[in-house]
């Protein structure tokens, strides 16, 4: 059973930092691109950072220059630096992972992390 695994979310002041940290656990051959989606009370959930397995990544406009998205590829982890956070960073952040897991054969599966709330005080 493959799950993934966050933390680090909770209350900051605007203009303050948090990292989320995702965990990708179980028995697992290989993990492709890891990302983070937040959703905020109601909007759509939607993709903030994405990183390939190569280490290539990619942003959502509203958090260029202020997230880093990164991974450790020997613990199968993902993480979310978040600088100078805004009132409107707001939301659940979801990790989510492309994930071969052991003796599946196929493509990859994609899998999603239960959600940690990040909350960005004015």
């Known amino acids: 059973q493959v799950q993934l695994v966050e933390s680090g979310g909770g209350l900051v002041q605007a203009g303050g930092s948090l990292r989320l940290s995702c965990a990708a656990s179980?028995?697992?051959?290989?993990?492709?691109?890891m990302a983070w989606y937040r959703q905020a009370p109601g909007k759509e959930r939607g993709l903030v950072a994405l990183?390939?397995?190569?280490?290539?990544?990619n942003y959502a406009d509203s958090v260029k220059g202020r997230f880093t998205i990164s991974r450790d590829n020997a613990k199968n982890t993902v993480y979310l630096q978040m600088n100078s956070l805004k009132p409107e960073d707001t939301a659940v952040y979801y990790c989510?992972?492309?994930?071969?897991?052991?003796?599946?054969?196929?493509?990859?599966?994609?899998?999603w992390g239960q959600g940690t709330q990040v909350t960005v005080s004015s």
């Open positions: 990183i390939t397995s190569g280490g290539n990544t």
């Open positions: 989510n992972a492309d994930i071969r897991p052991r003796n599946y054969v196929g493509t990859a599966l994609n899998y």
């Open positions: 179980g028995s697992i051959f290989s993990v492709n691109a």
